[in-house]
């Protein structure tokens, strides 16, 4: 009887735990549209305009007094957005890893997200102010979410489950990016048919992604649960705000430095990685002389193939462990980038080919490093070091795009450009190779997979 107890314990326990999964990747689901549809496709040529219409004869605008290009807007926006999320993560994170209470933050950051990129509807005229104000906080809103988003991973997933449980996060999500641009590449390129004006079509398309977030974020808030403080988090006294408070975990890591040393890789490496999806469009259009729905069809493709690539490269991780995995796909994006210097202009089919091959490393490659840092984090404190992590992922990509103008300054060429973040790929191999990943683990405190 005894046995038999135990046993119904142990599955109600599993079930309870796949039910918990189930909800965790309905979070990427319901966020991803907003990554797709509205800061990679429609909102920085839109809120362009709009800056452009409230610019003076010189094609200035003045927020607060101060000039800034009509056509520089969208990108100080998205700046100042990052300085804001850098400030507020840590906080949260630590104060979520003091309380346990993270559903609560995670709902409050997912909807003030959700409800200021609903509002973008209302985008209409010269409200260029207003554009900025409302990606400010719909930014930082998302990488507050996502931070306590990942850092349940290591709580609904056991060390063995974690890179399955990860990549298929990274597959509902850009399964969901896929449906709904296409759904909006439909009502943008079809407007006259719908009745609307091309703005309408836009303004539509990015309160959609408002709605689309908020109303799937009821299921991980449905779903997932909160627990107990534990650990070296659960008798942390309130902490500094901001930089302070990044500063005190940063300090933190130093107990934990192979932990740190994979974080330094990872910073490395995914640098070349945003880099790579933030110009190749640039490239596209400069280089190769390819037109926008040349430029959109290949982000579809991309969102489409990450969700095979995903899926797949969690399986490579089950048989090879998640270590060699990424360092496999850190070699794939070496080889996509040194094809794409090659690429003939103004042949579309060629760069398709180049999306489909950054699309099949693309999803992998961040659900694993996702899977594997959360191996590396102390028990007790997997938000406050996961807003570190996500700072790396979203505050600290500017070596790449800064690597990226300098050599088109110096040479007058994005092929010189492109080729250059190769760099990014081989320094990040050389770190994370030297990471002893099974130590990092065993000295953070967590059980060591047999597969890792």
């Known amino acids: 009887m005894g046995i038999d107890t135990v046993r119904t314990d142990?599955?109600?326990?599993?079930?309870?735990?796949?039910?918990?999964?189930?909800?965790?990747?309905?979070?990427?689901?319901?966020?991803?549209?907003?990554?797709?549809?509205?800061?990679?496709?429609?909102?920085?040529?839109?809120l362009t305009s709009v800056a452009e219409k409230a610019a003076d004869a010189d094609g200035f605008v003045h927020p607060l007094g101060i000039p800034v290009r009509a056509g520089s807007f969208f990108a100080y926006s998205v700046s100042l957005s990052v300085i804001v999320a850098v400030?507020?993560?840590?906080?949260?994170?630590?104060?979520?890893?003091?309380?346990?209470?993270?559903?609560?933050?995670?709902?409050?950051?997912?909807?003030?997200?959700?409800?200021?990129?609903?509002?973008?509807?209302?985008?209409?005229?010269?409200?260029?102010?207003?554009?900025?104000?409302?990606?400010?906080?719909?930014?930082?809103?998302q990488s507050v979410a996502m931070m306590l988003y990942n850092s349940y991973l290591p709580q609904i997933a056991p060390p063995e489950e974690r890179d399955a449980v990860s990549s298929r996060g990274w597959a509902f999500g850009y399964a969901s990016g896929s449906l709904m641009l296409i759904v909006n590449l439909v009502l943008y390129l079809a407007h006259d048919s719908f009745g609307v004006s091309e703005s309408t079509a836009v303004r539509i398309c990015l309160a959609s992604a408002g709605l689309w977030w908020g109303a799937f974020a009821?299921?991980?808030?449905?779903?997932?649960?909160?627990?107990?403080?534990?650990?070296?988090?659960?008798?942390?006294?309130?902490?500094?705000?901001?930089?302070?408070?990044?500063?005190?975990?940063?300090?933190?890591?130093?107990?934990?430095?192979?932990?740190?040393?994979?974080?330094?890789?990872?910073?490395?490496?995914?640098?070349?990685?945003?880099t790579v999806i933030s110009q190749a469009s640039i490239y596209g259009s400069e280089e190769l002389g390819l037109g926008q729905s040349t430029l959109i069809g290949a982000v579809l493709l991309v969102q489409v193939l990450a969700v095979a690539g995903a899926?797949?490269?969690?399986?490579?991780?089950r048989i090879y462990g998640a270590k060699r995995t990424i360092l496999g796909s850190l070699v794939a994006w070496t080889v996509t980038l040194a094809a794409g210097y090659f690429l003939p202009a103004g042949a579309p089919v060629w760069f398709f080919v180049l999306a489909g091959?950054?699309?099949?490393?693309?999803?992998?490659?961040?659900?694993?490093?996702?899977?594997?840092?959360?191996?590396?984090?102390?028990?007790?404190?997997?938000?406050?070091?996961?807003?570190?992590?996500?700072?790396?992922?979203?505050?600290?990509?500017?070596?790449?795009?800064?690597?990226?103008?300098?050599?088109?300054?110096?040479?007058?060429?994005?092929?010189?450009?492109?080729?250059?973040?190769?760099?990014?790929?081989?320094?990040?191999?050389?770190?994370?190779?030297?990471?002893?990943?099974?130590?990092?683990?065993?000295?953070?405190?967590?059980?060591?997979?047999?597969?890792?």
């Not at 079930?15 to 990679?40: H, I, K, N, P």
């Not at 779903?223 to 902490?239: F, I, M, N, T, V």
């Not at 990044?246 to 932990?259: K, Q, V, W, Y």
Request: charged residues 15%.
């Open 311 to 317: 899926l797949t490269m969690g399986r490579l991780a």
């Open 10 to 46: 142990a599955a109600d326990e599993a079930a309870g735990r796949r039910r918990e999964q189930r909800g965790w990747y309905f979070y990427d689901w319901a966020c991803s549209v907003y990554s797709t549809s509205v800061l990679t496709v429609f909102l920085g040529p839109y």
């Open 218 to 274: 009821l299921i991980p808030l449905l779903r997932l649960r909160d627990r107990p403080a534990k650990g070296e988090g659960a008798d942390r006294a309130p902490g500094a705000m901001g930089f302070r408070q990044l500063a005190a975990t940063i300090r933190d890591m130093r107990r934990h430095p192979l932990t740190l040393a994979f974080l330094l890789a990872y910073l490395i490496y995914n640098d070349g990685i945003q």
């Open 87 to 141: 400030l507020v993560m840590p906080l949260v994170g630590a104060a979520a890893d003091r309380t346990g209470r993270k559903k609560p933050l995670l709902a409050a950051a997912a909807y003030l997200g959700a409800t200021a990129t609903a509002a973008m509807f209302f985008l209409d005229g010269d409200r260029y102010l207003l554009g900025g104000l409302l990606l400010i906080v719909a930014n930082a809103a």
């Open 357 to 452: 091959g950054i699309g099949l490393v693309l999803g992998g490659s961040q659900a694993l490093s996702r899977s594997l840092f959360s191996h590396l984090v102390p028990p007790g404190k997997e938000a406050e070091y996961f807003s570190a992590y996500e700072i790396s992922d979203r505050g600290m990509s500017w070596l790449g795009p800064l690597l990226f103008g300098l050599t088109y300054q110096l040479t007058g060429s994005y092929r010189d450009a492109i080729i250059s973040l190769v760099a990014f790929f081989v320094i990040g191999f050389a770190l994370l190779a030297r990471v002893p990943v099974r130590r990092a683990i065993n000295d953070a405190g967590n059980p060591v997979p047999t597969t890792i």
